[in-house]
């Protein structure tokens, strides 16, 4: 198991950038590929970005693409998102996860451990 918890979430206003972090501890995290998800209220949670266990793959939500960046710093454990040019709709709870494999998890079912979520507001 892998216990993960995110940081980096706020209030900003449209058009701002974000950070978010994810730290991880427990079994051996590069081994395993991660993502970010999120929920909005009234919605299902959805794959935002996901990466490899080495980083040399990502995958992206079309929503999201060419504005957010995931990427992953095995040596200190953590993975990122760059979230650039916010907009109203990308308001929710951000939550990064942990995969049973090496390789990108495009399912929720992919993934074994959670974080506890960090909400990022974006105001119009």
């Known amino acids: 198991q892998v216990q993960l918890r995110e940081s980096g979430g706020g209030l900003v206003q449209a058009g701002a950038s974000l950070r978010l972090s994810c730290a991880a501890s427990?079994?051996?995290?590069?081994?395993?590929?991660m993502g970010w998800f999120r929920q909005a209220p009234g919605k299902q949670r959805e794959l935002v970005a996901a990466?490899?266990?080495?980083?040399?793959?990502?995958y992206y939500a079309d929503s999201v693409k060419g504005r957010f960046t995931i990427s992953r710093d095995n040596a200190k454990n953590t993975i990122y998102l760059q979230m650039n040019s916010l907009k109203p709709d990308d308001t929710a709870i951000f939550y990064c996860?942990?995969?049973?494999?090496?390789?990108?998890?495009?399912?929720?079912?992919?993934?074994?451990?959670w974080g506890q979520g960090t909400q990022v507001t974006v105001s119009s």
């Open positions: 996860a942990a995969t049973k494999y090496r390789s990108i998890g495009y399912k929720i079912e992919d993934y074994a451990d």
């Open positions: 427990g079994r051996t995290f590069s081994l395993y590929g």
């Open positions: 990466i490899n266990f080495a980083g040399e793959s990502t």
